[in-house]
């Protein structure tokens, strides 16, 4: 009797140890191959990168992004909302396969998720005030500060002001940029402050007289976040990416949104780059 049960509890323990193994064992590649479709998270309010247009069309930078990727990886794309807390949250609890949201990669974030590489964008934050109003970033000093939720630029933008003023802003946080100039042109805040790209095209947008306050400060990058601990998708996801930036599929979507002719010009060079005089024509390739 008591052999019996001993060779019970062997089995069970032997079936308790194989079960994570093999769940653990597939990767999310394998998976989206299966299944034929990736789910890939982005927003639908913040232009240039995604949003609605007046059509009702889903676009922006990052739309073409998802789409010129998973056509390299045979797949289609279910496309899953999500907004700057759940751009996060989602990846990490497995409901999207691929974040695709303006993510700035920080050290938190690397702790919850991962990325691809390279990052794919590269950004800094900017003030915008109503014409006229102030000179500089040191004139933000205990004003009304305005950020979206979830944004590093709630602690970022503190910062960058204490290098001017020991007087502290008073930061308020909004769903998205375009409720927050909404906020400003109301007289609800004196400033907002987000990534400069977005900046420009919700302010643009609105039609109303905006401006910089001062430069490009907190510079970052974008990248494609990725469900982590997942190796092989993380390198899959990579190789893609860089099979983007080498072919030039990369540089046709770049030019279409931020190039001179482009939706939302941008006086700045935000692609992934490299000293090419170190890197040559491999910038940002991994070599086989």
């Known amino acids: 009797m008591k052999r019996s049960m001993l060779v019970v509890l062997a089995v069970m323990a032997l079936l308790v140890s194989f079960i994570p193994y093999a769940a653990a064992g597939e990767s999310i590649l394998d998976k989206v191959t299966k299944a034929g479709v990736v789910k890939i998270g982005t927003g639908n309010k913040t232009s240039p990168m995604n949003y609605i247009d007046e059509k009702g069309n889903w676009i922006g930078f990052d739309i073409d992004m998802g789409n010129a990727l998973a056509e390299k990886l045979g797949v289609k794309i279910e496309w899953v909302l999500v907004d700057n807390k ?73 910062q960058e002001i204490a290098k001017y003023s020991k007087t502290a802003p008073v930061m308020s946080s909004f769903q998205n940029s375009s409720e927050g100039f909404i906020a400003l042109k109301q007289g609800k805040i004196d400033a907002y402050s987000q990534d400069a790209q977005i900046m420009a095209a919700v302010s643009g947008s609105l039609g109303e007289k905006y401006e910089a306050v001062g430069a490009i400060y907190s510079p970052g990058l974008y990248g494609i976040g990725v469900t982590p601990d997942d190796s092989k998708w993380r390198d899959k996801i990579s190789f893609v990416l860089q099979d983007m930036l080498k072919d030039g599929t990369y540089e046709k979507i770049y030019q279409k949104w931020f190039g001179p002719k482009g939706i939302f010009p941008l006086p700045i060079n935000a692609r992934p780059r490299l000293p090419k005089d170190t890197f040559g024509d491999m910038l940002y390739i991994w070599p086989d």
């Open 86 to 158: 759940t751009r996060i949250s989602f990846l990490a609890d497995g409901r999207i396969d691929l974040s695709m949201a303006n993510i700035s990669q920080t050290r938190s974030r690397e702790e919850q998720i991962d990325y691809a590489e390279p990052p794919y964008f590269w950004t800094g934050k900017i003030f915008y005030s109503k014409k006229g109003k102030f000179k500089s970033i040191a004139d933000l000093a205990g004003k009304r500060i305005g950020v979206d939720q979830g944004s590093n630029a709630f602690i970022a933008a503190p």
